[in-house]
């Protein structure tokens, strides 16, 4: 049988690690020769989820191997999130909760997305319409993915379904949920050994919004002011980056994950669509808190892209 | 609550008539306020469907009006072959089983394609997971969608699912599944009140294959000699249609019903290309037999495209 291969968004955070991870399982459990990959390094947060539920990462790849005939995307649809020759491989399913955009193939697919908060909240339905259990670790690694997409079941992108799912799992776990939960958040907060252009691509999204070319990198982080400590390196390597790819605005969303908020810093050409989207006006130091945003997907890619479309 | 608007493709179709009819049905069995409606006329082979069961065709619409706040696509991803205004509408649901392309959102959604032979059967399958019974009339609906889109369950496209979900509905409907199919593909297939320009427009889908754009019309018949007696007619106003809308190739297919097989007349700069995609020749005439094709989706969309992005 064909091997198919599985794997989420580049840099990739939690959900797009675990729900590679637990695919490839139900796919394996139902018959199926999967192998879960990844685009890039494994970050703190998700390393903690591994470690504690004793899973290794999966293996790591640059671009699909001519041998592999058909991949299957988890948490990302987008082409320019997604692996450097995607367009030469055969995508015959989408299991995804972001919005559709970038995205086709020749040939009719499997294409799940649902307006959930998490990938991982799809896969736990999926694993049930198959009628395969979801082993501890399985359990582990899906709420470990919930926990990180909804900060806690915090973010305006957590429903109903992701919060059931959670508890559910946290039980097959064995874990406490908010226990659990802050520890592996306050892993991944942890940003002393990253250097400034860490901060900037470690968790990094580019998005055509328009005509635009826009990126967006998220941190979480405890205390926000530690980080813009280095706001003047931070703008060097930034600069350098909106040269580098011709993008038209640089976003750097730093989220305190204490209080669910979001300090900002905007740069390139457009940096004044930030003012317009989100209602604030950009300081001197090209900043902005934004109240109560924690979303990059629901947040911020939505209202910057109707700013960048009007 | 805010109205929702169901509608399937231009130039529609028995499965995105009827899918748009069903899932109404169903949305409103489950609490919501949903309307079906239709972008062109009624086909003979839909009215025959329509008036076996007893269902009255959806509205007419030629774009969305101003008032309606979310809508939901069936049988149709692709922007070019839906509602004009498509890009002003906020799509909240797509139940679909094409290719995906030319398709995006500013936001998450409920995007869900299958690779199986008909819209219906995916409905089919939703009425159960819903626990909503699926009612005479509305079976007879989702029957007579699978059978136009699979001919009579004889199409490549056709799966094992379509093939069970068939067998079902015809029993629910209280139908021979084989006598009443073949009625209502005949029903279909009687062209005699067409014009030349009914024929080349009545089920004609625009593609977009690499840089090109792609027009293909299809219709059934019984015999296809006589539908090309009007050959230097068809020309005539295919090649209006080619400079109107600036296409680099229109591909007609007769396909015949009884026979299986699919008589294409191809027109526009880049008609060769019909050659290399399915390995003949176009004779003095444009014309080419092509044995055993009459999917337009899975046989010649997906070969003519691999040939525009070589």
């Known amino acids: 049988m064909d091997k198919t291969l599985i794997f989420g968004h580049k840099n990739p955070d939690t959900d797009t690690i675990c729900s590679a991870l637990a695919y490839a399982d139900l796919k394996n459990k139902l018959g199926f020769d999967a192998e879960p990959a990844r685009l890039g390094s494994v970050s703190k947060e998700t ?39 995607i367009k030469d491989v055969r995508i015959t399913e989408v299991i995804d909760h972001h919005r559709i955009s970038n995205f086709e193939t020749k040939e009719p697919l499997y294409f799940r ?36 997409d909804s900060l806690l079941l915090k973010s305006p992108t957590c429903t109903k379904v992701d919060v059931e799912a959670a508890y559910e799992l946290a039980e097959i776990a064995g874990v406490n949920l908010e226990t659990y939960g802050f520890e592996m958040l306050q892993a991944g907060a942890d940003l002393s050994d990253k250097s400034v252009l860490d901060l900037i691509t470690m968790d990094a999204k580019e998005f055509s919004m328009g005509d635009a070319k826009v990126e967006i990198a998220q941190v979480n982080a405890i205390d926000t002011k530690k980080i813009y400590q280095f706001q003047t390196d931070l703008e060097t390597e930034i600069a350098q980056i909106i040269k580098d790819k011709n993008l038209d605005l640089f976003l750097f969303v ?20 930030v003012n317009k989207a989100f209602n604030v006006t950009l300081d001197d130091n090209n900043r902005a808190l934004l109240k109560g945003v924690v979303s990059r997907k629901k947040q911020i890619v939505t209202n910057l892209t109707e700013e960048f479309t009007k």
């Open 113 to 148: 997305a649902e307006p959930v908060g998490c990938t991982a909240t799809i896969l736990n339905k999926m694993y049930k319409e198959n009628g395969v259990a979801v082993t501890k670790d399985i359990a582990g690694l899906l709420l470990s993915a919930i926990i990180s």
């Open 47 to 85: 390393q903690f989820a591994l470690d504690y539920f004793s899973v290794d990462a999966p293996q790591f790849i640059e671009k699909v191997d001519e041998d592999v005939k058909n991949v299957i995307l988890v948490d990302h649809n987008e082409f320019q999130q997604s692996v450097e020759n």
């Open 254 to 273: 730093v989220t305190d994950i204490l209080n669910n908020d979001s300090e900002v810093l905007a740069l390139g050409e457009a940096k004044d669509n």
